[in-house]
């Protein structure tokens, strides 16, 4: 089991930048797949970007694409999520989540094992 922790959260500006980080400790970060989701009040957890072990793939959704980046430092084990171009709709608890593998095997929230405890990013129009 791997422990999650997000931080860099925060009110914003429509057309800011916000940069999350997440922590990892507990297992070997650098052998699984990350990933982050949001969820809005009242909506499902949805995926926004994912990245395989080693950094060689990287998954985005189409409302983020172009927008956000998603990295990581195996050294640090920690995984980034640099969200430019911030629009309202962006607003949401973001959570970090964990593979199940080292190789990304798809969006779905089955496909991650471990999760973080969200971090609320807030963007004013």
């Known amino acids: 089991q791997v422990q999650l922790v997000e931080s860099g959260g925060g009110l914003v500006q429509a057309g800011g930048s916000l940069r999350l980080s997440c922590t990892a400790s507990?297992?070997?970060?650098?052998?699984?797949?990350m990933g982050w989701f949001r969820q809005a009040p009242g909506k499902e957890r949805e995926f926004v970007t994912a990245?395989?072990?080693?950094?060689?793939?990287?998954d985005y959704a189409d409302s983020v694409k172009g927008r956000f980046t998603i990295s990581r430092d195996n050294a640090k084990n920690t995984v980034y999520l640099q969200m430019n171009g911030l629009k309202p709709e962006d607003t949401a608890v973001y959570y970090c989540?964990?593979?199940?593998?080292?190789?990304?095997?798809?969006?779905?929230?089955?496909?991650?094992?471990?999760w973080g405890q969200g971090t609320q990013v807030t963007v004013s129009s």
């Open positions: 507990g297992r070997t970060f650098s052998r699984y797949a």
């Open positions: 990245i395989s072990w080693n950094g060689g793939i990287t």
């Open positions: 989540a964990a593979g199940r593998s080292s190789y990304y095997t798809g969006r779905t929230p089955d496909k991650f094992g471990s």
